[in-house]
C-alpha cells in the first residue's frame, strides 16, 4: 500500500492585528472520517531516547526529499534554496507523554523551524521559530485541525535560539500541555481552556522536526509579514542542528486504535500494552476529568486507566513503513481559503 502524505504549513490572518500562525495540516487517514484507517504504530517502550550525534536516524523517516546529514552538533536540516523543506517524522506515535528536543534553531529571516506533534485527526502542538528573531520562541496548539482561531499562539522568551543549545520539552497529559525551555515552564494550556477541551489535543501523536521558508515570493504577504521579511538566500546556509530527542510516553503500547469517530481520548485503545518498563506510564482517567489539575511535572500520577486491550493489531507498522511524503511548500491561508502551493 503506498499512501501519500502532505506535509505542509499553513499560515492565516484574521485581521493584521492577530498574531500569526502555521498549522502543519497533515494526515494519512482521518479516523474521525473514516473508519477503516489502520491502527497507529505506537511505542511500546515507555521511554526513547535518539542521539541525532552518531547519525542514528532509526524510527524515523525523512519527507521526500530530505537529505541529512549528522555531525557533533546532531542531525543538520539545511535550507539552501526555497524549495527545500528538510523535515524528520518518528514512525511511530505515543499516547499522552514527554518530549524534550535538544536542538538550535536556523538563523535567516523568514525561515522557520519547527517541532510539531501531529495526530492523524489533526491534534497539533507546535513550538516554532522564525530565524530573524534571536529572541523569542512560539508555542501553538490546534484541535481536530480547527484552524478557525489563530488566537492560540504565544511568544516566549528565549536566549539567543539560533546560535544556542536549548532543551525543548512539551509535557503533554490529559489534563493540560505544558510547554517548557532548559527545565523551566513557559506556558501552560489547562484543558478546559481549549475550548471547553474540544481544541485539546488529545490523540496519539508523531513527533516532527522540520524547517522551511515562510519568506519567499511563493507565500502570500502577511505569512512573509509573520515569518519577518523575506529571506536573503545568499545569506545561506540555514541550519537547524537536532542533537537529540527523548520522549516518554505515558501510555506504552503497541498499537493505538480509534475505536469510533468522535477523536476523543476516551476513544483511544492502547494495544498490546506489556512493556519491559512501564513504570512511568501515565494512567489517565478515562472519565472527563481530564479538566482537573495540571501535571506539569513528573510523569507518575494516576487515577484510572484508559481503555486496554491485549488484542492485537500490526497493520500500522507496515502502513507507516510504507508512507510516501508529498512535500508541499506551504499551505498559505488567508482567512479560511487554503491555496496550495506545491513544490
Ligand atoms: C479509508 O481508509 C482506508 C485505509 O487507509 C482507505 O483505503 C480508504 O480509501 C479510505 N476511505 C476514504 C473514503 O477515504
Ligand atoms: C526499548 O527497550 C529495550 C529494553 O529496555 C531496549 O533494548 C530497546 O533499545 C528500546 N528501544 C528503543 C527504540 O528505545
Ligand atoms: C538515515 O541514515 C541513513 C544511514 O546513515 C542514511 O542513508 C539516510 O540518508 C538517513 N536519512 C535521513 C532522512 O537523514
Ligand atoms: C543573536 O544574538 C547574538 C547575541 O547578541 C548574536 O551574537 C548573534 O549573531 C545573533 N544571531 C542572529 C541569527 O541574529
Ligand atoms: C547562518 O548560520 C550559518 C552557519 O550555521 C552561517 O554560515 C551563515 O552565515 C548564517 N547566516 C546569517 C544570515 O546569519
Ligand atoms: C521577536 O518576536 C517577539 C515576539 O513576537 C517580538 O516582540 C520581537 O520584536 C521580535 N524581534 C525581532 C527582532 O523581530
Ligand atoms: C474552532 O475553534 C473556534 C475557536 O477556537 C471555535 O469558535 C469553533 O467553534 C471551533 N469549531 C469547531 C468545529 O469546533
Ligand atoms: C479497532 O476498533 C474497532 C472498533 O471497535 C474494531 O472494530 C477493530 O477490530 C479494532 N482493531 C483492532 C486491531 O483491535
Ligand atoms: C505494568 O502496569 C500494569 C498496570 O499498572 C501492571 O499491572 C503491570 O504489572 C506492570 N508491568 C510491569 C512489567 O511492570
Ligand atoms: C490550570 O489549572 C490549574 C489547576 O486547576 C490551575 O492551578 C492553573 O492556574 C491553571 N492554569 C492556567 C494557565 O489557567
Ligand atoms: C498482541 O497481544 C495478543 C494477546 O496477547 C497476541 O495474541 C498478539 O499476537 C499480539 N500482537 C502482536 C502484534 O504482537
Redesign the pocket.
Known amino acids: 500500500m503506498r499512501q501519500q502524505h502532505i506535509a505542509g504549513a499553513a499560515t492565516a490572518l484574521l485581521t493584521a492585528l492577530v498574531p500569526f500562525a502555521s498549522a502543519q495540516l497533515t494526515t494519512d487517514c482521518n479516523p474521525t472520517e473514516n473508519t477503516t484507517c489502520p491502527v497507529d504504530s505506537g511505542l511500546s517502550n515507555s521511554t526513547y531516547y535518539i542521539d541525532f550525534t552518531t547519525g542514528d536516524n532509526s524510527s524515523w523517516s525523512g519527507a521526500i526529499g530530505t537529505t541529512l546529514s549528522y555531525d557533533e552538533n546532531g542531525a543538520a536540516f539545511v535550507i539552501e534554496n526555497e524549495n527545500q523543506a528538510p523535515t524528520l517524522m518518528t514512525d511511530f506515535y505515543f499516547f499522552f507523554g514527554y518530549v524534550e528536543v535538544e536542538m538550535r534553531a536556523a538563523n535567516g529571516t523568514g525561515i522557520v523551524s519547527s517541532i510539531v506533534l501531529e495526530s492523524d485527526d489533526l491534534d497539533e502542538i507546535d513550538w516554532e521559530w522564525l530565524g530573524g528573531n534571536n529572541t523569542s520562541v512560539e508555542t501553538n496548539y490546534f484541535g481536530k485541525g480547527n484552524t478557525t482561531s489563530y488566537d492560540r499562539a504565544t511568544y516566549v522568551d528565549v536566549d539567543t535560539p539560533c546560535d544556542t543549545f536549548h532543551k525543548y520539552g512539551i509535557n503533554w497529559t490529559p489534563e493540560?500541555i505544558t510547554w517548557s525551555i532548559d527545565g523551566e515552564d513557559v506556558r501552560?494550556l489547562?484543558y478546559s481552556?481549549a475550548l471547553g477541551g474540544k481544541n485539546f489535543p488529545q490523540t496519539p501523536s508523531r513527533v516532527s522536526l522540520g524547517v522551511w521558508s515562510a519568506g519567499t515570493k511563493k507565500q502570500n504577504y502577511w505569512t512573509v509579514q509573520w515569518a519577518g521579511g523575506y529571506t536573503d538566500f545568499d545569506s545561506a546556509p540555514f541550519i537547524m542542528y537536532v542533537k537529540n530527542v527523548k520522549v516518554i510516553n505515558y501510555n506504552p503500547g503497541m498499537n493505538y486504535n480509534w475505536t469510533d469517530t468522535t477523536g476523543s481520548m476516551e476513544s483511544i485503545k492502547v494495544l498490546n500494552t506489556t512493556v519491559a518498563d512501564n513504570s512511568t506510564a501515565y494512567l489517565a482517567s478515562a472519565s472527563a476529568s481530564a479538566a482537573g489539575?495540571?501535571n506539569t511535572g513528573s510523569s507518575s500520577s494516576s487515577s484510572g486507566s484508559f481503555a486496554q486491550s491485549s488484542a492485537g493489531g500490526d497493520s500500522a507498522a507496515s502502513a507507516s513503513m510504507d508512507r510516501a511524503w508529498i512535500l508541499t511548500g506551504s499551505i498559505s491561508l488567508i482567512g479560511f481559503a487554503l491555496g496550495f502551493a506545491l513544490f
Open positions: 493540560a501552560t489547562n481552556d489539575t495540571a
